[in-house]
DNA sequence: TTGAAAGCGCTAACAA
DNA sequence: TTGTTAGCGCTTTCAA
């Protein structure tokens, strides 16, 4: 067992209750005691137990970080980057306690932690933060746009990033652009494909329904969406340029554009979302719409963390902007 | 406030202690009372609050999940596999807690964990190891060998996969055979390389120092790297095949290869390593070694769970077998 | 400036 | 079968 404030306080020959101030930095203790206090404390290698600490602080010293998913249905780099902006911010203070919500929530004791972090992903997450809000959980929801009274909500412009990516395309003479999009329950396809739509609409372009597809947003997935794009064009149009809703998409796309031989950009364009790693290393290079993800969960993070010491939020609803990054895959 | 088994006592008109028998499914409570306790309990939604049992059993109901680093000198692949394993195995029983050993460990209080399983990249690690060993800690090292009295250690053959992938290439008449490996600080990265000049002693083929560089584990690393080889040799001979010690690195010297001309896998073949998502989509398909990441974090997160129940662990030292893949990469 | 007592919510040990 | 008491390690409150 490691040492407590009473093996400290009978070696120092004072209370348990003078160790604890001079442990916490009470000014109410001389000099001397604190001091005599803490070399026994390092000496001790104590460490103060949190548990105890917590039961009567009520504090927890944890918060939760909650995905909808942490299988491959989350791209890897998405929840890196999300794990890593919440981990600079929060790790310091906070021990930093990973859920997801698919294997359901029977084991997540909300009242283990002082806060939670959820990256949401899909509408049906609406429920947890429903429960958790009813529970007076401190709460933060990031990369997925939630309204509700006063809650903290940091996103990105996912609507304006993929209508940006569009237009692009459509004012550098694409006709027919296709949409691999992600699954339709995930927030992020919905709000990328109403950028497309909107891009076309604003273009009087009329929206073919046959050119979107779901790619699932993986590599996989966009490869068999751009197949059968291919392939149910093949006596009709091919089109002539692709979004795809994120970067893995497009790099499955590209191969399958690769295999029936059509060139990238003369003859068919591409354009991801997100700009992950892949993106400046596929050939041709590939365009995208940059996400701050990262920036995104410090912000969420930052937010928590001020909700959870009462102070004040200057922006309780954020919205990062994303931007265009044009490469080789398009013309 | 949540309720409290005292609430709860207080409505059925038992003791305290009632309640805590009842809920815990002790047989000394009569049925009549258990059922009227579950359903008080039920009804005010209670949570039992764990930092209390905790101080009582000293049990913390969390387990520390450590990675050397969680930026992004951790492949995102990779971390995901690992987290995802162990959630699977722990999350029902444990909250996992996120750590990295990058930032320093003055924040890591081991004793607000049960047990630790560390996915361990780097000799450095040792420190931490024997830090937690010494404190008593449960500990499972995952990924990394190492040998310590009775440390439960899972890891992949390494040595035996790039071995494999070395072999194969001389065997179908490759000759110059270069290696793009990660830091040399990474641990996977020495016993690939050991892998890689065992082969090639094997079978009488020099080890050229010039064909062996430095890719960082990274896309960008990999494709500087190649850029390297391919420049350096251009008047000597450019290799006919590169062994990459990651597939993000492999990833980043097709890209450099493409540049330059050169055909995969008619005058350049090229083989990865952990059969991550990508390889089936690049162009040529990557071959690579397989790593049963994922399998290995499972059998790291059951051992440690035997070890926190004090049940018999039956291999505490397990090595996966790794799997040579191949692909189009090669001819 | 320091100490004694009480209690956070829970379980172990013993008594009834 | 149920209840009482004590105590896990800590902080708050009040007294000295």
Not at 34 to 63: C, F, G, T
Request: glycine share 6%; hydrophobic share 45%; with cysteine.
């Amino acid at each position: 067992m490691s040492a407590t404030i009473k093996d400290i306080a009978k070696i120092a020959g004072v209370s348990h209750m003078t160790v604890s101030r001079a442990l916490n930095g009470s000014d109410t203790v001389t000099n001397e005691t604190r001091d005599k206090v803490l070399k026994i404390a390092a000496e001790l290698n104590y460490r103060p137990n949190l548990q105890a600490r917590s039961l009567v602080m009520n504090r927890k010293y944890s918060i939760g970080v909650v995905f909808s998913t942490l299988s491959s249905a989350t791209a890897p780099s998405f929840m890196q980057a999300c794990l890593n902006g919440i981990y600079q911010t929060l790790a310091k203070d906070y021990n930093l306690v990973v859920k997801d919500l698919e294997r359901g929530l029977e084991h997540f004791n909300l009242s283990r932690v002082d806060g939670v972090i959820f990256v949401s992903q899909q509408e049906s997450d609406d429920s947890f933060i429903d429960f958790a809000l009813a529970q007076g959980t401190k709460l933060v929801v990031i990369n997925r746009r939630v309204e509700r009274e006063s809650l903290i909500n940091v996103t990105a412009d996912e609507i304006g990033g993929a209508a940006s990516a569009v237009r692009f395309l459509i004012e550098h003479n694409y006709q027919r652009i296709a949409l691999i999009n992600g699954p339709a329950k995930i927030q992020s396809s919905i709000d990328r494909q109403q950028g497309y739509q909107q891009a076309l609409l604003d273009n009087n372009i009329s929206i073919v329904a046959d050119l979107i597809k779901d790619g699932k947003f993986s590599i996989q997935g966009g490869y068999d969406a751009m197949k059968v794009i291919l392939h149910e064009s093949r006596d009709g149009q091919v089109p002539d340029a692709v979004f795809c809703s994120n970067d893995e998409m497009a790099f499955g796309a590209l191969k399958a554009i690769n295999e029936v031989g059509l060139k990238v950009p003369s003859e068919i364009a591409i354009i991801g979302f997100n700009d992950s790693d892949i993106c400046q290393f596929t050939s041709p290079a590939l365009s995208t719409v940059k996400k701050p993800i990262e920036e995104m969960a410090r912000f969420g993070a930052e937010a928590l963390f001020a909700l959870i010491n009462q102070e004040v939020i200057d922006n309780p609803v954020q919205q990062l902007a994303t931007e265009l990054v044009i490469r080789a895959s398009v013309r």
